[in-house]
């Protein structure tokens, strides 16, 4: 065999065992996709099946707004949008749609950045009940800085990171506005917090 037929022989080979690499990446690629999709699927089957089907998916639940920011989340199933602009912003949603959030975006059902109002049946069916025992109400968050000291550094002890967060970013709205003035409650949420709030007046 001459030189320049070993050559071209080689080249096929070279370019066979390319093609070959390149199939495999992208059969990897596409393994991981289908697991990943096949991952979110059994998510929420099993957050449905926890309760079993005692909940209708088609339910209607008021969701509210926990921070201070605008919330949106849009819905890769149905394509609906729903938008909370700032702390108390309310909008209904279905039961599906929070299960469909809960498995892909857990955060803002666990931390929490939303809270389900007024209907305990949906918030253990989407497990949430240990996360509910802990956080402030709404109303609780707004008189949560006329509590004593004492009641202020035990809520603050047990409450979710998402509210946290809020109280942390509420807290320095009334620094700056002299709502909040007594220095003992502002060091204690800078100690709990671990913000600065008296740099801030």
């Not at 070959?20 to 289908?34: G, H, I, Q």
């Not at 929420?44 to 605008?70: A, L, P, Q, W, Y």
């Not at 939303?114 to 009940?129: A, R």
Request: proline letters at 2%; charged letters at 35%; glycine letters at 4%.
């Amino acid at each position: 065999m001459s030189n320049e037929k070993k050559e071209i022989k080689n080249e096929i080979n070279e370019l066979k065992n390319n093609e070959l690499e390149v199939y495999n990446d992208l059969k990897e690629k596409m393994r991981e996709e289908l697991l990943e999709e096949l991952k979110n699927e059994m998510v929420e089957k099993n957050t449905s099946i926890n309760i079993g089907n005692k909940i209708d998916r088609n339910k209607m639940v008021k969701i509210r707004n926990v921070t201070n920011g605008t919330l949106a989340w849009g819905s890769p199933k149905t394509n609906a949008e729903f938008i909370l602009e700032g702390f108390g912003t309310s909008e209904w949603i279905e039961v599906s749609e929070l299960i469909t959030m809960k498995s892909r975006h857990p955060r803002i059902l666990t931390e929490p950045w939303i809270i389900i109002e007024d209907d305990m049946e949906v918030v253990e069916f989407l497990g949430l009940k240990k996360v509910y025992d802990k956080i402030l109400s709404v109303d609780e968050l707004q008189s949560f800085f006329k509590k004593s000291i004492k009641d202020m550094e035990n809520a603050l002890n047990v409450i979710p990171n998402g509210l946290k967060t809020l109280i942390a970013s509420r807290a320095l709205q009334m620094v700056v506005s002299e709502e909040l003035t007594d220095t003992r409650k502002i060091k204690l949420l800078e100690r709990t917090l671990k913000i600065k709030l008296l740099e801030n007046i």
